[in-house]
């Protein structure tokens, strides 16, 4: 007897669908093999589907058993397979057909119960595109399956309700998305809880606005990670698309929590910096995203900046231009989105505390020089805004009465930022980009005249400040940046003259 | 590395050598090796300049300030070619069109540090001079560094010490020049400075306080010929003159600025750009100081 059910595997974030057949021959010695270039994983997952049938109470025939993963030839991976191949099984064995159109996923457990399983977003996705009208997944994948309207996505809790369901014994209602079910991971600062740094702020402020990315540099305990952790709460939140790009990528790296839902707000990373390359951009066999890709939509922040190895920093180049990564593999090529802002800081110096107003650096210069250029000139490059963030004195600042009154909350600064970002977006409709940041120096002559005055200014800057050509454009983009924060058509002298603050000082 | 020269040495018998220094006696070397244009006029009134390598912001501005003031009259600046005060000695001088004398720690075919190759070219270019009494490319060594120092202070009539720490090798510059009956000035900077502490020694011990390029040059009896550069830019808006005021009582960050003022930090950025570009105030180390 031969039965065929329709499961699917992810191969980066594209879903490939995979004919699970199972055949029980009535004749030969009793073996359960499994065939189609299975993973260990999957190898395994003889035991645990013999384990889960019979300490479900259902019968696991004592029979030649042969299960073969169509299309042969694509290597397959994870443990989502245990559902499929269980339910061929046990349906031959309880001679029952199968639900048409219906797509089984889920790994389970050896009492039976399923778990928690990666991807069941991109299951959905799939079964929608492909017509499937039905989708059985654990109960705890369930949520995150729902999202995905237009398919029934019947949460299952173990073997034996399933085939109480299939039996007609009981009925399994289908999920209904339930939003977001656990609080959502909010920022954990908000802007106003960041005393003093106003020039910090307001660069954050821009980087959010415009998409830029941001630099930087400070002496320990000045807040440059406070800030960085405030700046996804001034970042616009996710769009419908962009919600389920980012739980996409979520869901195939297994990040998404049980009854988990879509992710709503932009993402935070924060990677060690001994963070591996693969760890960084995304890789392995079957190539999984990286923290640029965890990233997309949000925020990377590289504390410690100058601590990354330099093969780590380089390989950020190519996703920083293009939004986007290809890893390629001997067996796969995927693709990952990564489009991110990206936060480094770093200490002025080795000890930290070159500049510091009390403590005092013991760094020779040889030292310092050394240390400034660990970090890649490239990545530096990329990098628009550039600000210094010095200590804060406590005492000054208390000094400051009502200063905590001139704090704005970062509700405040976010309903800025999204209107600067729909001015960009109206902009931009017929370019294929979203942000200043993402400008081509095409578009900044199309869309970023300078009058006499600013073309003046900046040269004169030019000159003063020993600026490179790409500095020039850099500065463009910021001051088209602010100029949309306002509201303004066009990019006048005060917005250049702030955007030229935000210079980098290297020279 | 330069190609050396073997006609590039003075030795002590030579008519071209040194005056001040052939009167140390047993401290004046045998023979120096040079670089550049040796021209004996350019003996004739040195003024060490020495100072922390570690310097302040502070210590950057007085020195430009004094040392732009005394090397344009025609005073030879002297000074270690060691990065901090002395780099910044080199530069001012160089920058005014004055002229300036480095002593290399090094052999004469070295540079030393050598990431200073800039300002070592600068200098052979502008009539400057790289002077060592080591030849070749013999290596700077941790005994090396004060006997630089002692042809520092021989080469000068006067040392002018800015900014100095507790064990500075500035104060080994000026106690060669005591030994030598040279004139020891003492720039003075704030008390809380840890920089200050050798000052503040230097001038127990009766050195001549600095209050102005004038004191120096009294002593070479110079006057300054030419005034102080002018060049006030017309202050704008009432921001800028705020801003102006709290400049000069104190150095500040935008920041601190934008708190005191209770203003944006955008605006202050906005206006303290347009400000720099115009040369009303500079930046250091994040910090804006006015120019003067």
């Known amino acids: 007897m031969f039965v065929k059910v329709p499961s699917a595997t992810n191969l980066g974030l594209e879903t490939i669908g995979v004919d699970v057949e199972v055949n029980i021959a009535s004749r030969g010695l009793p073996v359960f093999e499994i065939v189609g270039l299975p993973s260990k994983a999957i190898d395994e997952s003889r035991e645990r589907v013999r384990t889960a049938i019979i300490n479900s109470g259902l019968e696991f025939p004592f029979r030649r058993i042969i299960v073969n993963l169509a299309p042969a030839d694509l290597p397959k991976e994870g443990s989502f397979y245990d559902l499929p191949i269980a339910v061929g099984i046990v349906s031959q064995v309880l001679k029952i057909g199968l639900p048409k159109n219906s797509l089984f996923f889920g790994e389970l457990s050896l009492d039976g119960t399923l778990r928690h399983t990666r991807g069941a977003l991109l299951l959905a996705l799939f079964a929608k595109e492909q017509g499937f009208e039905n989708i059985f997944v654990p109960k705890q994948s369930a949520n995150e399956a729902a999202i995905i309207k237009g398919v029934n996505v019947y949460p299952i809790e173990n073997l034996y309700q399933l085939f109480s369901h299939l039996l007609g014994k009981t009925q399994v209602k289908p999920a209904e998305y339930q939003g977001q079910v656990r609080r959502g991971e909010e920022p954990e600062f908000d802007m106003k809880e960041v005393l003093g740094q106003e020039q910090a702020k307001r660069a954050m402020e821009i980087a959010a606005a415009g998409g830029h990315n941001l630099f930087m540099l400070g002496s320990p305990g000045s807040g440059k990670t406070m800030l960085a952790r405030a700046l996804p709460g001034i970042l616009p939140a996710l769009g419908e698309e962009e919600s389920l790009e980012v739980t996409k990528i979520y869901s195939v790296s297994g990040q998404i929590p049980p009854e988990g839902s879509l992710m709503t707000i932009c993402p935070f990373r924060s990677p060690h910096h001994t963070i591996s390359q693969a760890g960084l951009i995304g890789g392995g066999s079957n190539p999984r995203p990286g923290e640029i890709s965890l990233a997309h939509r949000g925020v990377l922040f590289l504390d410690e900046f100058s601590e990354f190895p ?128 993402e400008m081509k120096n095409t578009h900044i002559k199309k869309y970023c005249p300078l009058s006499q005055e600013v073309k003046r200014i900046l040269s004169q800057a030019g000159l003063s400040f020993n600026l490179s050509a790409r500095a020039y454009f850099k500065m463009i983009k910021i001051a088209r940046t602010i100029a949309d924060l306002e509201g303004a058509e066009e990019v006048a002298v005060p917005h250049m003259a702030e955007a030229l603050q935000y210079r980098s000082k290297e020279n | 590395m330069v190609n050396s020269n073997i006609e590039n040495i003075v030795p002590i018998s030579d008519s071209r050598y040194p005056k001040l220094l052939k009167v140390l006696g047993k401290d004046a070397p045998k023979q120096l090796y040079y670089k550049g244009n040796w021209e004996e006029g350019i003996f004739e009134n040195c003024l060490a300049v020495v100072g922390s390598r570690r310097m302040t912001s502070y210590g950057r501005q007085i020195t430009e300030k004094l040392v732009s003031e005394i090397a344009s009259v025609g005073i030879t600046i ?80 006067a040392v002018m010490v800015v900014e100095a720490g507790e064990k500075s090798g500035s104060l080994i510059t000026a106690n060669f020049a005591k030994k030598y009956k040279r004139k020891v000035f003492a720039v003075p900077g704030p008390l809380t400075s840890s920089l200050s502490k050798g000052i503040c020694q230097l001038i127990k011990e009766g050195a001549d306080v600095v209050t102005g390029a004038s004191d120096v040059l009294d002593f070479f009896g110079k006057r300054l010929t030419i005034k102080a550069t002018e060049t006030r830019v017309s202050v704008n808006s009432l921001i800028e ?52």
């Open chain 1, 310 to 437: 330099r093969s780590v920093m380089e390989a950020l180049r190519q996703p920083m231009e293009d939004g986007k990564l290809t890893i390629s593999r001997s067996k796969a090529q995927v693709n990952y989105p990564a489009r991110f802002i990206l936060v480094a800081s770093s200490n002025p110096c080795p000890c930290g505390y070159l500049y510091h107003p009390k403590k005092k650096c013991i760094c020779t210069e040889r030292e310092i020089r050394k240390y400034r250029k660990r970090v890649s000139g490239p990545i530096l490059d990329r990098i628009d805004l550039h600000v210094e963030v010095p200590v804060v004195d406590i005492r000054e600042l208390s000094q400051h009465q009502g200063l905590r009154d001139f704090l704005e909350p970062s509700n405040k600064i976010r309903e800025r930022v999204i209107k600067a970002r729909e001015i960009q977006r109206k902009r931009f409709s017929a370019e294929g980009i979203f942000t200043n940041a």
């Open chain 2, 78 to 157: 002297v000074s270690g070619f060691m990065y901090g005060i002395d780099a910044v000695s080199h530069k001012a001088a160089i920058d005014v069109g004055g002229r300036t004398i480095a002593v290399m720690p090094c052999g004469i075919d070295l540079i030393h540090p050598d990431y200073q190759k800039d300002l070592y070219q600068e200098i052979l270019e502008n009539k400057g001079l790289v002077i060592s009494e080591y030849e070749g490319n013999f290596l700077p060594t941790l005994w090396t560094y004060p006997r630089r120092n002692r042809l520092v202070a021989g080469l000068s009539k």
């Open chain 2, 241 to 292: 003159q705020k801003i102006i005021q709290k400049l000069q009582q104190e150095s500040m960050e935008i920041d601190a600025l934008s708190r005191t003022l209770g203003i944006s930090a955008a605006e202050i950025g906005t206006v303290v750009s347009l400000m720099q570009i115009k040369g009303l105030v500079f930046n250091e180390n994040g910090k804006y100081y006015i120019k003067n």
